[in-house]
């Protein structure tokens, strides 16, 4: 797979990347996709859904500290997003740690069409299914081989299923990908799934028909710039400025010579 | 114009500047007023509305991620802002957008009266009644004399005017300033627009007798600031830290030394 | 008192601390939780409020950008935290500047158990019940003896109270600490108040059999990060950065040779 030239169309095309995400991490997912060319845009405003949504190439939903009432925003904007046909990306935060929250995906899943459903191991894990729990909004103990999970649940839900970790997941249109950059720092910093989520958006909103292609591409470009920031500090937030700025100088060679993305069967 | 004694006034009164804005960039809009040297406030119960703004020395709105509910607080905010006699600052973040961003605007417009209306070029350019279109928060293309603009809206609402840009124009009490400090990085990140609001509102706060150039003084220290960040970083998440840190060492030698601000007839 | 002995009891209990708090500073928050090692969590919909709180070792309430609908839902989790018998730490901050947020102060700590009472020299005083002003958020004139405003307000609501400024006063369980450390420069940033009061919440939730003991102890520790971080920035953004980072980096040598806490009667 050519990464570079799924960077390059996000920034050719400098897609408008509608976001209905929590108020914790809101910044750091409009500054992310506009560190990588792009236009973020967030609103949660029901009177405005559709037209705001209309707008967009793609519609990024994060549950991080979901209400009713937000939901609610985010199932007029999905029907918006399915009516133009741009991807929809959903980061199912904190799916099994509250029935709250399990419940709230399931209604998401159900009245729309989503593209990609994104989430560390033991989030996607109950989406799936399973019965584990999250803690809060990190990662529980997950049994299951997770890339059988992936799959399992691509093929329920028709879409392409991201699992996060020290190894990505990416499982869609019959197709796996393994994605291996990134660095454990990460996991010091609030913020880097929500990111990883508006990354993606990002790209599907660029590449639109290749979308397990582009989730995996564009997880890439975060965790090699992630890599190079590492080398720049030495402690998360100091990590954090370099992983914006090292995500907006990033280049083809760098890429190139960096990227850890396998196709499996 | 002496740019430096506006921002003497600043950090000798130290005005305490409510605001009623939006989640996205809302530490960044208290941080560039405290780094000023002033005291933000930001509270949105509509309980509270009139005892928050009756402490304070200006009124920011920025309706970024406005809801009804929230709209009608600044409608409450205002009323308060002006029985008081203190300057109001409205950011018509992403009108031309939406037809709900537009009314609401019109709306705060119709019900109190505004001191400054400051948006990028095609946010304004809708306000004043012309059929552009906002890409979300970002300008979109406007055909018309932005200067022209400036002053048609000045006259009709008795306000001042501000549209920001790669220059930016000051539109009030007959007068017309230009201020062509400031640097393309800032179109990188995240709320420099937000930013320049809440300046606007800190140096109205402390001078509120010369409204047009108050703003015009605090974007000429806001980007005079971004000028030297930039020279500090070499991406926009380090050229935020140093913008903030700028901002907090400015001196009137810096001042004079930089300004571009020139009045026009 | 052994102050490294609470930050290794935070790195390794790991614990989950929730957080109802402010819209401003709600990434920092959650992220100084995080640098110490600890697992931060926010969620505000009351149909979550029991099921999150009760994973959760401490809960953490800020009402920096309180409305009624969010304050419902601490009453909530609070009455949770009280089954489950974890620590609730309560920022009072604003209070003496509306009537508003004093009365919801009020109706909080008279429906639940409150641990510890954190706020400062203004908005403790009002708490205590003093005719007494805050400016926004920032501490107001008060004439009384702090000392004596802790232990008053400790006896009355049978709970540790925490008033932070130049010096820290801790107050509870009849016991009084000060902590000495700290810099200026905080005052120049927007959050430190609120991740001081997420801080306290982390420590309480490793230590909760020792609460007043572990407040000052964190508060140490924050503090002494803060000193450090002084000496590795210029202005109050880099600061932050570096604060962040040097919690991160936090070891024993530098606590026993920095700290300033000492016993009182």
Redesign the interface.
């Known amino acids: 797979m050519n990464i570079y030239s799924f960077l390059q169309a996000v920034r050719d095309k400098r897609p ?1 990347v ?1 976001h209905i995400t ?7 997912c ?2 992310v996709v ?2 990588f060319g792009a ?7 029901p ?2 859904a559709d ?2 949504t209309s ?2 190439s793609a519609l990024v939903l994060n549950i ?5 009432e937000v939901v609610d925003t985010m199932k007029l904007s999905a029907a918006a997003a399915n009516r133009k046909g741009i991807p929809i990306v959903l980061d199912v935060c ?1 799916a099994g ?5 399990d419940r709230k995906c399931a209604e998401l899943l159900d009245v729309a069409k989503i593209d990609v459903i994104k989430g560390n191991s033991s989030e996607v894990a109950r989406i799936a299914g399973l019965a584990v729990a999250t ?4 990662a529980g103990e997950v049994s299951a081989d997770l890339r059988e999970v992936a799959v399992a649940l691509s093929n329920k839900r028709k879409c392409t299923v991201v699992i996060t970790g020290a190894e990505d997941i990416v499982a869609g249109q019959g197709k796996i990908y393994q994605v291996k950059n990134g660095h454990p720092m990460m996991a ?4 880097t799934g929500c990111m990883a989520t508006s990354v993606i958006g990002t790209f599907a909103g660029a590449t639109p028909d290749q979308i397990p292609e582009a989730a995996a591409a564009g997880l890439a470009c975060y965790e090699i710039a992630a890599e190079q920031a590492v080398k720049k ?6 990590f ?7 995500i ?2 990033l280049d083809e060679k760098q890429i190139r010579a960096m990227q850890q993305v396998t196709a499996a069967s």
Do not use: Y
């Not at 236009?39 to 405003?45: D, R, T, W």
């Not at 991080?64 to 009713?68: E, K």
């Not at 803690?135 to 990190?138: A, F, K, L, S, Y």
């Not at 500090?233 to 100091?238: C, V």
């Open positions: 408008l509608h929590n108020w914790v991490t809101i910044f750091d409009a500054q506009k560190s236009s973020p845009v967030m609103a949660h405003a009177e405005e037209a705001m707008l967009a991080g500290t979901l209400t009713t904190g740690a509250t029935a709250f929250r803690q809060g909004v990190d010091n910093l609030v913020g500090s030495d402690g998360p937030s100091l954090k400025q370099q992983l914006f700025d090292c907006f100088r």
